[in-house]
């Protein structure tokens, strides 16, 4: 989607509305199983001194797979938006630049949605995860296993034993 911006580009205090849904099948991250409906972004681009600056926010309702026990579970991302736009002579590496007047909005929330996900998906802060050696999920109770000796260790052990 292409927001246009030739109204405020020269005009201090001026602002254009954005509301818009990104495409969910471009936002791809293997711990997430599904959107449950296409992320949405609302918020504007304002003028403020001369400086263009996009401000807002992007809500995504996903399905996870928590990365420590593999149970799925939902999760609602709202994250605040803030970036700014450059006509590609600013030297900022992090500023979107304008095709013309206008802006890729998609390409600058997709990016900005993605740089600010999770690296790891839990379905709870404190979820313990499955044994490393029968797959047991930790979080339901200790799985009966014992407790793993160092091989390099098992000779002092023999000393525990008598």
Do not use: H, W
Request: charged fraction near 30%; charge should be negative.
């Amino acid at each position: 989607m292409l927001l246009d911006l030739r109204e405020i580009i020269e005009v201090p205090g001026k602002s254009v509305s954005f509301d818009c849904e990104l495409d969910a099948a471009e936002l791809e991250f293997d711990s997430v199983k599904e959107y449950k409906a296409n992320p949405r972004a609302e918020g504007r681009v304002f003028n403020e001194a001369g400086i263009l600056t996009l401000e807002g926010t992007l809500t995504a309702e996903m399905t996870c797979v928590c990365d420590r026990c593999g149970k799925l579970f939902d999760s609602t991302k709202v994250m605040d938006l803030s970036a700014f736009i450059s006509d590609g002579e600013s030297e900022d590496p992090e500023a979107f630049v304008l095709d013309g007047d206008k802006l890729d909005l998609s390409t600058a929330l997709s990016t900005l949605f993605v740089l600010d996900m999770e690296t790891k998906f839990l379905c709870s802060e404190d979820c313990k995860g499955l044994c490393s050696r029968c797959g047991a999920d930790l979080n339901l109770g200790p799985c009966g296993c014992g407790k793993e000796i160092d091989p390099r260790l098992a000779v002092l052990e023999q000393l525990l034993d008598k």
